[in-house]
């Protein structure tokens, strides 16, 4: 074997690994984040070790996925379906991790972590652009499209490629979150956040509104559930970062050290059961990638890695033991 042929069997070598690392034991919890230039959702070490890290100029790479290389998504087409990956979430279903994860260009996935295969997966068309996605403990599957203005709940439990839907109108759709402790399904739009009551069957659902919530700013973008106060949301905006409380119906703005950091924010969430320190994306508007970074930013503490070469679009917590959907 050459010097040359290492390097790529390293990267496949991490690519086809058993997930079970990506939730293996470390000193804090480990960061995914979705990279555009390399077209992929990466694991990384606990926010301790990234901030820390002192070495070579490398991504600290403990798991990845790319539908550019997972077996069974050829009728998905996703050169281009896959195209600038905007999403990726970790979520237990039955004791299983799977990894959900949208594309601009049009792919929605649900990923079995321990075995890399795609448990549902659809291509919904790059003209609707979707946004995020959420599982649901019936094993449904929502979507939000930011250019599409809709919120779908698709009856993926029927099948992994199971194309059932029911739809509700949301403007700028951008963040999906199910909500375990009320039943709810929340969806944030551009200017709106929306409690959706999910009825019928799970081969024919329907989506039905039970309350809304008009944003403090414009441009709705990530939508996250407050794991320090539960029932409580993250929200972002174009100008700025709130707390939502749905027993006040009201609107708190989070204040961060650097102002400029909370506004624009692309994600955001805080560490669960550890420090309570937040984790936030925000774009540099620079490079070929105006909406993206290379830099992920924590909070309370203040630290921040530059993973240069990535064009990063969203970061958020991964691993640990989450409870069951």
């Keep these: ?36 230039a390399s077209r992929r959702v990466l694991v990384l070490q606990s926010a301790e070790e990234l901030m820390a890290y002192r070495g070579p100029d490398r991504l600290p790479v403990v798991w990845g996925w790319s539908a550019d290389r997972a077996p069974g998504l050829a009728d998905l087409d996703p050169a281009r379906s896959w ?16 990894l959900l994860t949208t594309a601009s260009g049009g792919l929605a996935a649900v990923v079995d972590t321990a075995t890399g295969r795609v448990r549902w997966a659809a291509d919904l068309g790059a003209d609707v652009n979707p946004h995020s996605i959420e599982l649901l403990p019936d094993g449904n599957v929502a979507v939000v499209a930011s250019s599409g203005g809709w919120v779908r709940l698709y009856a993926a439990s029927q099948g992994r490629r199971a194309a059932a839907f029911a739809q509700f109108p949301l403007a700028e ?19 709106a956040l929306t409690a959706l009551r999910v009825g019928g069957t ?38 700025g970062l709130w707390t939502y409380d749905p027993s006040a119906d009201g609107f708190t703005p ?27 994306v925000t774009p540099e508007h620079v490079g070929p990638c105006d909406w993206c ?33």
């Design 83 to 98: 195209t600038n990956p905007d999403e990726a979430k970790s979520r237990i279903r039955q004791g299983r991790r799977y």
């Design 293 to 325: 970074t290379s830099v992920i930013t924590l909070h309370r503490p203040e630290g921040a890695r530059r993973l240069r070469g990535t064009h990063l679009y969203k970061a958020r917590w991964w691993g640990g033991p989450l409870a069951d959907l």
């Design 202 to 239: 799970a081969a024919a659902p329907t989506l039905t509104a039970v309350r809304s919530a008009p944003l403090p700013g414009p441009g709705g973008h990530d939508l996250a559930p407050v794991l320090a106060a539960p029932g409580r949301f993250w929200v972002s905006t174009l100008t």
């Design 173 to 191: 759709a951008h963040g999906v979150y199910w909500d375990g402790r009320t039943g709810l399904l929340w969806a944030l739009g551009g200017s």
């Design 1 to 36: 074997m050459t010097r040359r042929t290492l390097p790529a069997l390293c990267l496949a070598l991490l690519l086809c690994a058993p997930a079970a690392r990506a939730g293996a034991r470390s000193p804090g919890w480990q960061v995914a984040v979705v990279d555009q």
């Design 254 to 280: 989070v204040r961060l050290a650097d102002p400029a950091g909370e506004r624009e924010v692309k994600s955001v969430g805080d560490e669960p059961g550890r420090t309570g320190r937040l984790l936030t």
